[in-house]
């Protein structure tokens, strides 16, 4: 963006197809000054950049309002129940009239004129309204094609379907509206979650202020069943915080200081004190709801078939109801073609179902940012994965420990952290750890050595302690015992690493470390198993017997070791250039290079990682594995529905075309047929949102 420019997002009420969007566009897009405009209708939002030399932003939102619809601020809803309130009085009203038009209730040839004219002009001023500024701004709409019959009804003296085929259409545009609010109602409850207002802690003193001014590094008290306002770490305070809205995991989650916490989870026990880290547009919620609206406007392929269709559309419908007068000399059967025809519902027809599909996943945690992914995910017959910190926890935890010579686990287990306290290495950390949840109080070492690529050396108790490799106790001169030497094998083979523990020449111990395989992984694997996909592939820069004993905990079969990251990039590219349909899952940053090659890329336990919720198509908000075959899932239902509500859209046209251009349908039936498809189209694509 260049100087001279400024961008505005405005949130504008009345749009509720992709026609509204593109016909937003191209008026705003003609007003001196505004370089370039987005409107993304599933979002009900404009994004506009423009000069504030040339035009001002009170321009912009008038430019917006010439065109049928309302700028509306931020979060307010009064104004939008008012105007829902009113469109039903007026469906009433004109509901009414028709039925005294149509039943001649007054008793008169007048009277059956008045009601009948009253009911044209309440629901027709609307209609033609619209059509009016639709045709000045070059867009052929519904709204068009009704406007066009009803007034051709008009003209040949047929008051009341000119009034039925305008009744119609306002239920029609009253559906599509709940249609879209329906299908926004899973964005708007994540909205909804962030709190107005926090407390803070400033000069000593517990001051309430609202959200929008807390600023990182804040202290922010959160007291028990409150949602958390920002962002942090707990300094202060321990609790169970429910995290659904951000993870979407059922359980409330244990948090201690020191632990990051979520704008909009609830602490649900202790009070809490949080230094805010992030805050506003940069909280993981805030991320969430932006990559959901992107997502709501990202076109699926599968969407070019709609564009394809409308672009033929209106020319097709104009030519037919021509064609149509010109051979039967039936002016009716003309305006018939003409009201039954609905591009709409084309139109609408994957929109409407990425909004439901994206929503549905944001609550479970899954973020798919866009028609794209949700299409590439219905069509993917192969998943590729890591092992570390994707199949496996990513951190080495104590499986086993042996004890020998009289000693106890505790014992052993002491006896390594004592030795191990001071050391940085990745195992020591996990003996460390293993102590501390066994509660064991971790003894000083008198003497502290590390022998690189060994182990340790350390004086306990008065004693020569030596922790490590095979390697080390040899050169110590101890020797294994068969017993010893066969349990150390046994857990190798298993791809556990396995450490000896010696003190005065004897071997007292064994303690086997391993990268842990995540306990929802093989109930996972099995389900996408079950869902057709039988290519199951994991890619690892582990070495090959770790490899293996990890695949067979899992039951994947085929498994690459040794792997350098453009290696595991060569072999996506090598399944792709086969024709598979790729999905990799990985952690989001060192799998970054592969996660892009793939048809999809599946990053894995993301929240609060700006990085990984960036390079990813699909982000899993925690690392459960079970959130995988779910996407799957989402997606091949979601493109399922496109297909259907394409195929409804499409098929109803046609046949409604033919039975009005055959005179089957008067233009008052047409009226009726023409908001039928919406109401399926409706009913189809709400199966997503439950």
């Known amino acids: 963006m260049s100087n001279n420019e400024t961008t505005c997002e405005l949130n504008i009420a009345g749009m509720d197809c992709a026609s509204c969007a593109g016909k937003i566009e191209k008026g705003l897009k003609s007003i001196n000054g505004v370089k370039d405009v987005s409107v993304n209708f599933g979002a009900g939002?404009?994004?506009?950049?423009?000069?504030?030399?040339?035009?001002?932003?009170?321009?912009?939102?008038?430019?917006?309002?010439?065109?049928?619809?309302?700028?509306?601020?931020?979060?307010?809803?009064?104004?939008?129940g008012v105007n829902s309130r009113l469109d039903i009085i007026r469906m009433i009203t004109v509901g009414i009239l028709i039925i005294i038009g149509w039943g001649d209730l007054i008793g008169s040839i007048r009277g059956y004129n008045i009601a009948s004219t009253a009911a044209m002009l309440i629901a027709g001023y609307p209609l033609v309204k619209k059509a009016v500024i639709d045709i000045k701004v070059k867009a052929i709409t519904a709204d068009v094609f009704m406007a066009l019959g009803a007034v051709a009804a008009a003209a040949i003296g047929d008051f009341l379907a000119s009034a039925v085929i305008a009744f119609f259409m306002l239920i029609a545009e009253y559906l599509d509206k709940l249609t879209m609010d329906k299908a926004r109602k899973a964005l708007d409850e994540l909205i909804k979650l962030s709190p107005k207002s926090a407390r803070i802690v400033k000069d000593g003193m517990e001051i309430e202020i609202a959200i929008e001014e807390i600023k990182k590094g804040d202290i922010v008290i959160v007291r028990p069943g409150e949602r958390i306002p920002v962002d942090g770490r707990i300094v202060e305070g321990s609790?169970?915080?429910?995290?659904?809205?951000?993870?979407?995991?059922?359980?409330?989650?244990?948090?201690?200081?020191?632990?990051?916490?979520?704008?909009?989870?609830?602490?649900?026990?202790?009070l809490l004190k949080i230094k805010a880290t992030h805050v506003g547009n940069d909280t993981t919620l805030a991320k969430i709801i932006h990559l959901v609206e992107?997502?709501?406007?990202?076109?699926?392929?599968?969407?070019?078939?709609?564009?394809?269709?409308?672009?033929?559309?209106?020319?097709?419908?104009?030519?037919?109801?021509?064609?149509?007068?010109?051979?039967?000399?039936?002016?009716?059967?003309?305006?018939?073609?003409?009201?039954?025809?609905?591009?709409?519902?084309?139109?609408?027809?994957?929109?409407?179902?990425?909004?439901?599909?994206?929503?549905?996943?944001?609550?479970?945690?899954?973020?798919?940012?866009?028609?794209?992914?949700?299409?590439?995910?219905?069509?993917?017959?192969?998943?590729?994965?890591?092992?570390?910190?994707?199949?496996?926890?990513?951190?080495?935890?104590?499986?086993?420990?042996?004890?020998?010579?009289?000693?106890?686990?505790?014992?052993?287990?002491?006896?390594?952290?004592?030795?191990?306290?001071?050391?940085?290495h990745p195992l020591s950390k996990a003996i460390i750890k293993k102590a501390e949840e066994q509660g064991l109080q971790i003894p000083e070492p008198e003497e502290f050595q590390v022998i690189p690529g060994r182990g340790v050396r350390a004086r306990y108790n008065g004693t020569s302690v030596l922790l490590g490799s095979r390697e080390l106790l040899k050169e110590g001169r101890i020797n294994l015992s068969h017993e010893i030497?066969?349990?150390?094998?046994?857990?190798?083979?298993?791809?556990?690493?396995?450490?000896?523990?010696?003190?005065?020449?004897?071997?007292?111990?064994?303690?086997?470390?391993?990268?842990?395989?995540?306990?929802?992984?093989?109930?996972?694997?099995?389900?996408?198993?079950?869902?057709?996909?039988?290519?199951?592939?994991?890619?690892?820069?582990?070495?090959?017997?770790?490899?293996?004993?990890?695949?067979?905990?899992?039951?994947i079969e085929n498994v690459e070791a040794e792997l350098m990251p453009d290696d595991k990039v060569k072999k996506i590219q090598e399944l792709l250039s086969k024709g598979k349909k790729v999905a990799m899952v990985g952690d989001g940053i060192n799998d970054a290079p592969a996660l892009a090659m793939a048809d999809v890329g599946i990053a894995m336990g993301v929240a609060g990682t700006d990085v990984a919720i960036e390079a990813a198509d699909v982000a899993l908000m925690r690392d459960d594995w079970r959130q995988i075959p779910e996407a799957i899932k989402i997606g091949r239902k979601t493109f399922s529905v496109i297909k259907q509500n394409l195929a409804i859209g499409i098929l109803f046209n046609i046949i409604g075309v033919s039975l009005a251009a055959t005179g089957i349908l008067t233009p008052a039936m047409a009226a009726v047929a023409h908001v039928l498809p919406d109401v399926v189209v409706f009913a189809n694509s709400a199966r997503l949102i439950r």
């Not at 809205?245 to 989870?265: F, L, Q, R, W």
């Not at 303690?511 to 869902?531: F, H, L, N, P, Q």
Request: aromatic share 6%.
């Open 485 to 555: 030497e066969n349990y150390m094998k046994a857990r190798e083979k298993e791809g556990k690493t396995a450490l000896l523990i010696a003190h005065d020449s004897d071997v007292c111990g064994v303690i086997a470390v391993a990268d842990v395989v995540r306990k929802e992984s093989v109930e996972a694997i099995t389900e996408i198993r079950e869902a057709g996909i039988k290519d199951i592939i994991m890619l690892t820069g582990d070495n090959w017997r770790t490899a293996r004993a990890i695949a067979n905990q899992v039951g």
């Open 45 to 80: 939002k404009a994004k506009v950049s423009f000069n504030p030399a040339s035009v001002n932003l009170e321009k912009i939102k008038k430019g917006i309002e010439s065109l049928g619809y309302k700028v509306k601020e931020k979060d307010k809803k009064d104004e939008e």
């Open 239 to 270: 609790s169970f915080v429910n995290q659904a809205t951000i993870t979407g995991e059922s359980m409330p989650v244990e948090k201690k200081i020191g632990n990051e916490v979520y704008s909009a989870t609830i602490n649900e026990a202790g």
């Open 294 to 424: 992107e997502a709501e406007s990202a076109k699926a392929p599968v969407q070019k078939i709609a564009d394809k269709f409308a672009a033929y559309f209106t020319p097709a419908i104009l030519i037919i109801a021509g064609l149509t007068f010109l051979i039967s000399w039936n002016i009716t059967y003309a305006i018939a073609v003409i009201v039954v025809a609905c591009p709409c519902t084309v139109a609408v027809a994957t929109p409407l179902a990425v909004v439901a599909g994206t929503g549905k996943a944001a609550r479970k945690g899954i973020i798919i940012k866009g028609g794209l992914y949700l299409e590439a995910l219905a069509k993917i017959d192969t998943v590729v994965m890591d092992k570390t910190g994707t199949i496996t926890i990513g951190e080495p935890r104590i499986t086993d420990i042996k004890a020998f010579a009289e000693h106890n686990e505790d014992e052993i287990l002491t006896m390594a952290a004592a030795v191990e306290r001071y050391s940085e």
